[in-house]
């Protein structure tokens, strides 16, 4: 069974970049799994942030951005804002009709 | 406006049968992909089952042989019936379209409470 990860935590100083990565316990993720992200808050359903790699959704600031980054994909955030505190998803199309999250990174932004 | 309101959760005891409902407004369900995904209390996203334009269906294997999922055209409605329920289906079910496999899951219904407890 492949295990899509994430990492668990991360902390990002206000005004400051972070990379959250989203990678394949086994093997190594390429533009042909789509990953895409989301970001969610407690209470809230998850918003998309980012599809096809590194294509923003409608009305996400440009600084998110996503892309291929040695054998993960990877989430950027560039000059990171206290609303960035959040939960963030990868999610990768592992073929046959199957979708496969991972785990989830929780941002605090302090 | 593109739009998604689940309905039908609930308390259900485990072996029992639960139908949600996906209502969509502004796009035809059965022109894309649609899906569900749930999120047990404290926990992360999972994908449950995806329809294709097509009518082809799939699932994740926590859900094979007890989860069917199915649309109604003309009701524009996505639906999961769940069968044989188990406490670890206890989770805030999301139908979410897909438009294709490379787009991801956009958008989101706002999600409804599926609680298997005895």
């Known amino acids: 069974q492949t295990v899509v990860t994430q990492e668990p935590s991360f902390s990002v100083s206000p005004g400051g970049t972070v990379t959250l990565t989203c990678g394949l316990s086994?093997?190594?993720?390429?533009?042909?799994?789509?990953p895409s992200w989301y970001q969610q808050t407690p209470g809230q359903a998850p918003r998309t942030l980012i599809y096809?790699?590194?294509t923003r959704s409608s009305g996400v600031p440009d600084r998110f951005s996503g892309s291929i980054l040695g054998n993960k994909a990877a989430l950027t955030i560039t000059g990171a804002q206290a609303d960035d505190d959040s939960d963030y998803y990868c999610?990768?199309?592992?073929?046959?009709?199957?979708?496969?999250f991972g785990g989830g990174t929780k941002l605090t932004v302090l | 406006e593109v739009r998604l309101v689940e309905s039908g959760g609930g308390l259900i005891q485990p072996g029992g049968s639960l139908r949600l409902s996906c209502a969509a407004s502004?796009?035809?369900?059965?022109?894309?992909?649609m899906s569900w995904v749930r999120q047990a209390p404290g926990k992360g996203l999972e994908w449950v089952s995806v329809?294709?334009?097509?009518?082809?269906?799939y699932y994740a294997d926590s859900v094979k042989g007890r989860f069917t999922i199915s649309r109604d055209t003309s009701k524009n409605t996505l639906y999961l019936q769940m069968n044989s329920l188990r406490a670890e289906d206890t989770a805030v079910y999301y139908c979410?379209?897909?438009?294709?496999?490379?787009?991801?899951?956009?958008?989101w219904g706002l999600g409804t409470l599926v609680t298997v407890s005895s």
């Open positions: 096809s790699t590194n």
């Open positions: 999610v990768l199309y592992m073929g046959g009709g199957s979708w496969v």
């Open positions: 979410a379209r897909l438009e294709t496999k490379r787009t991801g899951f956009d958008p």
């Open positions: 502004g796009f035809t369900v059965t022109s894309n992909y």
């Open positions: 086994s093997g190594s993720v390429s533009t042909t799994y789509y």
């Open positions: 329809i294709y334009s097509g009518g082809s269906t």
